[in-house]
């Protein structure tokens, strides 16, 4: 069986490394915000060039306490894509902010800049790019449009640690980046685990410390309504061992998508890389018609493929509330119709890629 990523055979590279930082940390006995925590943040904001980088419980609370940190409230909207995992518009509706959506580029799965200022209103606060399975949104554009119209930026980072643009990273680009840790996720820890990023101001850092400890800079005074959202040590040991090798892990991960795109290239509608853009292939997505057809047909070879995301979020059940139809967002629709994420990790074996793209090249 070929998984959509390994993440055991990644673990027997650094098994020692792991199993030595976890004992430190087991006998050290501080278990939340030490140490380790503190050294990932402080590698993490230096690797990625961001003014600071502060760890939190998961990508999700990430982009809750950005919102939280920016002031977003009930009554604001806030511009999105429907085309992304849940959280990202989960988090503006945790603040009572209303998402308003914004159709997609459906050759870089990313929001569509054109289409942004058409959608802002007096109530307009704030813009949350994702950074679709690793490509960096077009953040030039959307950068001009924001600050035209006087407007925060969140990035949702949660698929592109290490993507940049003319080698600047995601995350770095707007108000606060949100990075999620979630195991499969390229930089993953061993459980839920998440991290801020202040880029432009970086005055928000003592406040998103606050924010994820219960409001308090501690002693027991606490300023503000805040949450527990705090990155514990063990996590932080993990991921300090993977942030060394990331480099390494997402130069894998893009080799394994050049040798896909190479086979497949005149047969199937492959990823995209613009120009100056680094893509850091967090999932390697194709487009097909005919793409149920592909996914049975690896299926019954014993190949794992996996349809991210198979509704776009203003046609989820739980959205309801927001009053949108079929044809709202035509291209989030369309691609949610089309799209197929192949096997794709650091570990895979280059023979595993190949076989994988002639069966589809030669469908
Ligand atoms: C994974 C993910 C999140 C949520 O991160 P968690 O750490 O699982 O809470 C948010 N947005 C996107 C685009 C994601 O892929």
Known sequence: ?????????????????????????????????????????????????????????????????????????????????????????????????????????????????????????????????????????????????????????????????GASIKGKMTGTFGDIGAFSFYPSKNLGAFGDAGLMTVARDASLAPLIKKLRNHGSAGAYKHDVIGLNSRLDEMQAAILLIKLKRIEAYNEARRRKAALYTEIMKNKVDCPKEPEGYRHVYHQYTIKSPQRDKLKDMLASKEIASTIYYPVPVHMQPAMSGLGHKKGDFPMAERVSSEVLSLPICPCIDDSDVRRIAEIIAGA
């Open 1 to 161: 069986m070929i998984q959509m990523i390994n993440l055991k055979k990644q673990f027997e590279e650094i098994r020692e490394d792991v199993i030595k930082s976890l004992t430190e940390v087991i006998e050290s006995s501080t278990y939340i915000l030490g140490p380790k925590v503190a050294e990932f943040e402080k590698s993490t904001a230096k690797y990625l060039g961001a003014a600071d980088a502060l760890g939190v419980a998961s990508g999700t609370d990430a982009l809750h306490l950005a919102l939280m940190a920016l002031g977003i409230k009930e009554g604001d909207e806030v511009i999105t894509t429907p085309f992304t995992f849940f959280a990202t518009v989960e988090s503006i509706v945790y603040v009572g902010a209303r998402p308003v959506f914004v159709d997609i580029d459906p050759e870089t799965f990313n929001i569509d800049p054109a289409k942004i200022e058409e959608r802002i209103t007096k109530r307009t606060k704030a813009i949350i790019p994702v950074h679709m399975f690793g490509l960096p949104a077009e953040m030039a554009r959307i950068n001009e449009i924001a600050s035209r119209h006087n407007l925060k930026i969140v990035e949702d980072c949660a698929q592109s640690f």
